[in-house]
């Protein structure tokens, strides 16, 4: 059982940074696929960031360049670094641990969500 809690979103203005972190309860976690998802307003959850059990990286198109998702020394608390972030970035923010127990079966554990608000 793993259990992930976001943190750190707000309202910022257009070009500002902000720091989500992620902490993760369960030994498992470490073993985990990790990821950042997002949900603008009036649309469905998309990646934003993942970083796989073996340390690859991977985002979106859109935030490339500006975020950086990464795991502290302990391996419990997932980040993701967004700068010059966008009026577009608004979003409710969400922390993913897809934690395999087969090849081809997961459990995925979602976060609350913490809202990001960007404004011009």
């Known amino acids: 059982q793993v259990q992930v809690m976001e943190s750190g979103g707000g309202s910022v203005q257009a070009g500002e940074s902000l720091q989500l972190s992620c902490v993760a309860s369960?030994?498992?976690?470490?073993?985990?696929?990790k990821g950042w998802y997002r949900q603008p307003p009036g649309n469905s959850r998309e990646m934003v960031a993942t970083?796989?059990?073996?340390?690859?990286?991977a985002y979106a198109d859109s935030v490339k360049g500006r975020f950086t998702i990464s795991l502290d020394n302990q391996g419990n608390t997932l980040y993701l670094q967004m700068n010059s972030l966008k009026v577009e970035d608004t979003a409710v923010y969400y922390c993913l641990a897809r934690c395999y127990i087969a090849p081809k079966k997961h459990y995925d554990y979602w976060g609350q969500g913490t809202q990001v608000t960007v404004s011009s």
């Open positions: 970083l796989s059990e073996d340390g690859i990286v």
């Open positions: 369960g030994s498992a976690f470490s073993s985990c696929r």
